[in-house]
């Protein structure tokens, strides 16, 4: 026992300063729960590495009084609060050389109990309906998302590419919201993906991929809001393209939480200029600063909490939110899954009319290299049907009558088990529709081609 409080307590020193707090900051009385870490390393997940190499913990705000959630943690942080306002998710470590575990507690702290017994690090828990959770777990070096029963037992893996994936929100649809490298697999440039609770349809939430986007969280509006380079950004319905939000200067961490009121709270870091005296006075002294801000776009901003010796990240309220639609799975007790493409010409990438003549489909194999499934003919209207392995990495190369690539995909996407798949086109944006047409390559055959193994040498499958 002693050995553990003295872990805790040489993890959580740097609590002992008070940070500054604006103590009359919500006139709605909430509860804020937050998480403060002398050092926050915002993208060390996207190599699989430790946000909070130096430790953190879970406060809880209430009208200007903190205290930390649990005392004999040695770390806390990625508090999520229940659909109900009434539990508490979190991932934690009793001890320093513990791995990160996901819990639960009361607000109060009472009623813990561990929900995971990984072996590695499970982090960044999320509620689901029904009595479940989707968390990240460390797998082979890398983190995979799974999605388990509250009451514990073995994980779903949804993520099946050569990569780290972390959620940071579960959409009022139902759908899983993550961040992932870009290209998915293969890219050290963060971006937003989503996928159903039983691991099917993954799609990137927009093909806007000029910027790195982060920490997506859905606001009362639908829109997401997330951490960009140099500010916060947003999608929103009607646009296909990120919109940059004119935020007070600073550096945002994103996970952004919205009050009843429409009002944010968002973490951010700025420079603030010091009245204490330089020896040498050539320009005002300057700190870093972070802070958890209280702020509505186009509005000014107050400051909830201040200091310049730690970080606050992942804001939450403390209070009731409404339940996402529950997810029914469609998948079938297969051992693959089957894709179809409508028009493969239906693409942001520009196509000559009749110019693409096959597909080929790529898996990994077990060195990490592509390894070549087989191939199949793109009929006139730009239509193919694939029946593909289920529950690892794929890829997809478009080829000319000529046999040379047209377009071949930078990063990975997966199918799971039993899932079918229809896609309007190659990379074509979520906002359009489908002809209303059946498509050459069904009105041939209904039976997909086969590329559940490898092909050695190509073949091509199906006719024109």
Known sequence: MRA??????????????APKVLRSWSPENLKLLYTVTPRYVHLAWITAGERFPQGAQILVLDRGQRRRLLNDFAATADPEV????????????????????????????GDLRRITSCRTDCVRPFYLPEERLVYSRKVGGRFVIEVAPMRGGPGLALTYFPGNALATDVLRDGRILFQAGYPLGSGAKPEMYTVYSDGSGLDSYRCDHGKGHYSGRQVGSGDIVFARDGGLGRFTSPSAHEM??????????????????GEWVVSRSADRTSSE?????EAPNRQRVSELIRWKPGERASVVISDSGSHFVQPRP????????????????????????????TSKYKFAEGSIGA???YTQDNSGRAQLLGSANVEKDGSFYLRTPADQPLKIELLDRNGKTLKKEAGWFWLRKGEQRICVGCHAGPEVAPENSVPIVLQRSTIAADMTRPSTPPSVQGGH
């Open 244 to 261: 940059q939000i004119s935020a007070p200067a600073g550096e945002y961490a994103g996970d952004v939480a919205e009050l009843p009121s």
């Open 318 to 345: 403390l209070a009731p939110r409404p339940v996402p639609n529950r997810h029914p799975s469609a998948l079938h007790d297969w051992s693959y899954a089957n894709l179809l493409c409508l028009n493969a010409y």
């Open 359 to 361: 597909v080929r489909l």
């Open 277 to 281: 005296p330089r020896k040498k006075i």
């Open 82 to 109: 229940s659909f109900d306002g009434k539990r508490i998710l979190f991932a934690g470590k009793r001890g320093r050389a513990d791995h990160w575990q996901i819990w639960e507690v009361s607000p109060e702290g």
């Open 4 to 17: 553990r409080q003295a872990a805790a307590a040489g993890a959580i020193l740097f609590l002992l300063s």
